[in-house]
């Protein structure tokens, strides 16, 4: 008897030590731990609350496997805050990859330091604001809507809403780079050739003294200003994430033109300027886009404001996180494997009209892994 008890305490210790390794070895939902992390840089709430929020729906998606910070609200002037938020994700070692979206003024030279210590370290870059053969040459992977071709689109499609006067906001620092100074260029020769009035209207740069809530008070006085100056066929185009949400609210109240955000996407000012609330649908797009249509048929207003159907910094987003994932698992031939990204991308892309383009530099040429991102625009009217 004695011997048939204590071969069954032997069996129970056994069990436990076997369930004990596998506790230690597998995640809480059954799957094995992965031995690597992946580091998500965004903006706050205030600057970029789309991929802030994206960013979290990694760490629901992935858990601990995703670790994320943020760059500071005043990242023009804050850019060593910047390097040292990097610089703090890159300090752990399981951190194999770092995706950054947006990769604000201050990047390039995060990446450098990282570098200095971990040169191994993967990095993909959405919304570069900086020099782009610059960027190119310090990420692994670039990515930025196609502002080059929206410099056509944009005009276009306010064209076709209506619009007589077309007012672009923007301001020094913004204009000062490449893609949207090569942008505003193309808009003002595109209106031109479509009898519209392009007027350039210089706005408070949310980084200065004037901060998020000057820039987004301005929105909301000037709107009005111009729409009682050149009429309801006005169309309205910001190059700021911040300034959005006023104006999708303003644009609303005053009956005028939207033709696109700065970063088109269904969460991006949409929800906030509606009174939306995406609580439980963070990532449903097409919950989204009905939510939108509906208060903007409601105000008469579906025809006149407009969109892209595809949330492109979370896309960026996501699509780095993957591309990360399968190179840390061995599944891209280099640090950058064009056939894997794309594959990548247009699957989390599927059916939304994604054309991807690389940019080319006048001084260097084409820039192989800076992916330019032009998606076909949502018409809530249809």
């Excluded at 070692?93 to 993967?122: C, N, S």
Aim: hydrophobic share 40%; proline share 4%; with cysteine.
């Amino acid at each position: 008897m004695f011997k048939k008890v204590l071969c069954l305490l032997m069996v129970v210790a056994m069990l436990l030590s076997i369930a004990g390794c596998r506790d230690s070895s597998e995640t809480s939902t059954g799957g094995k731990k992965k031995d690597y992390k992946i580091g998500i840089i965004t903006g706050t709430v205030s600057q970029g609350e789309e991929e802030f929020q994206e960013a979290q729906n990694m760490v629901k998606k992935y858990g601990d496997m995703i670790v994320t910070a943020t760059y500071p609200d005043n990242f023009s002037s804050e850019t060593e805050t910047t390097i040292a938020n990097v610089v703090s994700l890159a300090s752990d070692p399981e951190v194999k990859a770092i995706v950054f979206v947006q990769a604000v003024p201050g990047a390039a030279a995060a990446i450098d330091k990282v570098r200095e210590t971990r040169p191994d370290m993967l990095f993909v870059c959405g919304v570069a604001a900086e020099d782009p053969a610059t960027i190119a040459s310090k990420a692994d992977i670039v990515m930025l809507v196609d502002e080059i071709s929206m410099g056509n689109t944009i005009p276009q499609k306010a064209h076709e809403m209506g619009a007589k006067t077309f007012i672009h906001y923007s301001f020094a620092r913004h204009l000062s780079y490449a893609t949207i100074a090569a942008r505003r260029e193309l808009m003002v020769a595109k209106c031109k050739e479509l009898g519209i009035e392009f007027v350039d209207v210089t706005a408070p740069d949310p980084t200065g003294d004037a901060g998020v809530s000057g820039a987004q008070q301005f929105i909301i006085e000037d709107v009005p200003r111009q729409v009682a100056k050149y009429g309801k066929d006005t169309a309205f185009f910001s190059t700021n994430c911040s300034m959005q949400e006023p104006l999708i609210r303003t644009i609303l109240n005053e009956k005028a033109i939207y033709p696109q955000q700065c970063c088109p996407s269904p969460y991006h000012g949409y929800p906030a300027g509606l009174g939306i609330d995406v609580t439980g649908h963070e990532g449903d797009v097409d919950y989204m886009i009905q939510q939108i249509k509906s208060k903007l048929t409601e105000a008469g207003q579906e025809s006149r404001m407009a969109t892209w159907g595809v949330p492109i910094n979370m896309l960026m987003i996501e699509a780095g996180v993957e591309y990360a994932i399968k190179y840390c698992e061995g599944e891209t031939k280099d640090r950058h494997d064009p056939e894997v990204f794309k594959k990548v991308i247009n699957k989390l892309a599927d059916g939304l009209g994604l054309k991807l383009s690389l940019y080319k530099d006048e001084n260097v040429g084409e820039l192989k892994n800076f992916y330019m991102l032009l998606c076909d625009f949502y018409d809530f009217s249809k």
